[in-house]
């Protein structure tokens, strides 16, 4: 199915514990996105690629580095886990472009991180 | 910057009753989208109805409606007929439409619905 798919759904890190999560649209979109969800903070975007080969921070990227590997590809990697990084990730994508593209959101189901 | 604000983290209705989400949004921008999304527990996030900021007309979708006052910066969520499956937090979103491909979506803090049989 058509779509952005995360990786993995579920991980436990140990603080200091380094990873990767994997997001991956195959609806051809340009622009790509990293959000956190957080109980009572709503969705929180920590960076963002607005095409291939480019990569911007959001609201809260302290802690990630984010690799645009291809236009599909949309990695965010954890160098050094600490638990305030417990949270609920989201990847999305969008297919707009240019000046005054509505573009619809696709956003894939979410990798749930605890780090302990 | 952009702001958005849901003053509600919790609601709920009776099956088959009419509720209301509140949102409200501080921006200095003249065009801009307006969304609400849905989040069941499956944690899915879902849209369920986009505003254009230049559109007086507000949109609908069904049982959904919102109430859009561009001047007052509010944009309410109107569910009617409510069922078991709308049970789900609800956040309100914006998107300015300036700056192209790196628009991003702000979200509010979401808001807990409950659907009571």
């Known amino acids: 199915n058509a779509g952005v798919t995360q990786t993995p759904k579920f991980q436990v890190l140990k603080t200091g514990q380094s990873m990767t999560l994997q997001c991956a649209q195959d609806?051809?979109?340009?622009?790509m996105y990293w959000y956190r969800q957080d109980p009572g903070m709503g969705l929180r975007l920590i960076y963002y690629?607005?095409?291939?080969?480019?990569?911007d921070k959001g609201e809260v990227p302290n802690g990630y580095n984010v690799s645009r590997l291809n236009k599909r590809e949309f990695s965010l990697r954890l160098e050094s886990a600490a638990p305030s990084q417990t949270s609920v990730y989201f990847c999305?994508?969008?297919?707009?472009?240019?000046?005054?593209?509505?573009?619809?959101?696709?956003f894939g189901s979410g990798t749930r991180l605890t780090v302990v | 910057a952009q702001t958005v604000t849901q003053s509600q983290p919790e609601m709920s209705v009776q099956e088959a009753e009419t509720v209301t989400l509140s949102c409200t949004y501080d921006?200095?921008?003249?065009?801009?989208?307006l969304f609400w999304y849905k989040q069941p527990p499956s944690r899915q996030m879902i849209l369920v109805i986009r505003?254009?900021?230049?559109?007086?007309q507000n949109a609908t979708e069904n049982r959904f409606s919102v109430n859009f006052q561009k001047a007052a910066k509010s944009f309410s969520l109107k569910i009617s007929d409510s069922q078991l499956g709308d049970a789900a937090m609800y956040f309100c979103?914006?998107?300015?439409?300036?700056?192209?491909?790196?628009?991003?979506?702000?979200f509010g803090t979401g808001t807990l619905l409950a659907v009571q049989p």
């Open positions: 999305a994508s969008r297919a707009g472009q240019g000046f005054g593209s509505v573009g619809g959101y696709t």
């Open positions: 609806m051809n979109h340009n622009s």
């Open positions: 690629s607005a095409s291939e080969g480019t990569t």
């Open positions: 921006t200095s921008e003249s065009d801009y989208y």
């Open positions: 505003q254009e900021a230049y559109k007086q």
């Open positions: 979103a914006y998107r300015g439409n300036y700056g192209g491909a790196t628009n991003k979506l702000i």
